[in-house]
């Protein structure tokens, strides 16, 4: 078992930074790939970055490359996610989760976190 905090959610205007960050405890952090993925109101989960288990492999979206960047250290049991230029369309909930290996699908992460809120004001 796997259980992941996220935090570092807030308010920030269009154009500024904020980073997320997930904390894990449980089986060993370090054996699964990590995501993050992020939900607004009346819309599907979407899928934004995810990191091999080694944090030699990252992947992106389309709609955050360039401006996010996913990151994770072993030995502290976090992941992290840099996002930059931020846009009012970022606004949303924030999920990290854990599978065996990298995936931009939601249904194949075996562990969530409870979410963190970013919100993006124009």
């Known amino acids: 078992q796997v259980q992941l905090v996220e935090s570092g959610g807030g308010l920030v205007q269009a154009g500024g930074s904020l980073r997320l960050s997930c904390a894990a405890s449980?089986?060993?952090?370090?054996?699964?790939?990590m995501g993050w993925f992020r939900q607004a109101p009346g819309k599907e989960r979407e899928f934004v970055a995810a990191?091999?288990?080694?944090?030699?492999?990252?992947y992106y979206a389309d709609s955050v490359k360039g401006r996010f960047t996913i990151s994770r250290n072993n030995a502290k049991n976090t992941m992290y996610l840099q996002m930059n230029s931020l846009k009012p369309e970022d606004t949303a909930t924030y999920y990290c989760?854990?599978?065996?290996?990298?995936?931009?699908?939601?249904?194949?992460?075996?562990?969530w976190g409870q979410g963190t809120q970013v919100t993006v004001s124009s």
């Open positions: 449980g089986r060993a952090f370090n054996n699964y790939a």
């Open positions: 990191i091999s288990w080694d944090g030699d492999t990252t």
């Open positions: 989760g854990g599978d065996p290996v990298p995936s931009d699908y939601y249904n194949d992460y075996e562990y």
